[in-house]
């Protein structure tokens, strides 16, 4: 099925033809690698290079989403976070891969109405004031959004 979409639409972005390419390169040291010898008991060891993909390579993939975690726990205030995640019908997946401006707007909206539906709740709940609303996405085959829970202006 996505194959006959993409070939109606005169087949897959450049882009993803890139990324299987390097996948399949990915830790083939005839491509390129580095040795490394501990100073310690002088035992070395080869290690290939990585293509450092986003999408198709599990990997490296699991390793970026390891260091992006590890740089938001350092990053972000220790409160409590809720997770969003925005997935689109399939027929509007290849609109978005074709065009990411459109992923970037939906992001925006999606965003907002949360941010609203937080404010509202919190005034539900009795809390006044000017309240202040946060987030980070990443953006894979589905947009994952963590929220912070809503807070009170001039408070941590």
Do not use: N
């Not at 008991?41 to 990997?59: D, G, H, L, T, Y």
């Not at 689109?88 to 109405?113: G, I, N, Y």
């Amino acid at each position: 099925m996505v194959l006959a979409a993409a070939e109606e639409r005169s087949g897959f972005p450049k882009r993803v033809h890139e990324e299987v390419r390097r996948y399949i390169a990915c830790g083939d040291v005839r491509r390129g690698f580095t040795l490394v010898k501990c100073t310690d008991c002088a035992e070395s060891a080869v290690i290939a290079f990585s293509c450092k993909s986003r999408a198709w390579c599990p990997s490296c993939a699991a390793r970026r989403a390891h260091e992006a975690a590890l740089h938001l726990l350092q990053v972000l205030p220790h409160v409590r976070y809720r997770q969003w995640t925005l997935s689109l019908p399939f027929a509007l997946r290849f609109a978005v891969v074709k065009e990411p401006k459109l992923l970037r707007v939906l992001e925006r909206c999606v965003t907002l109405a949360i941010f609203r539906w937080q404010r509202a709740r919190a005034k539900q709940l009795g809390h006044g004031g000017r309240l202040l609303c946060g987030s980070v996405c990443f953006i894979h085959y589905a947009a994952h959004m963590i929220m912070r829970s809503w807070r009170r202006a001039g408070r941590r």
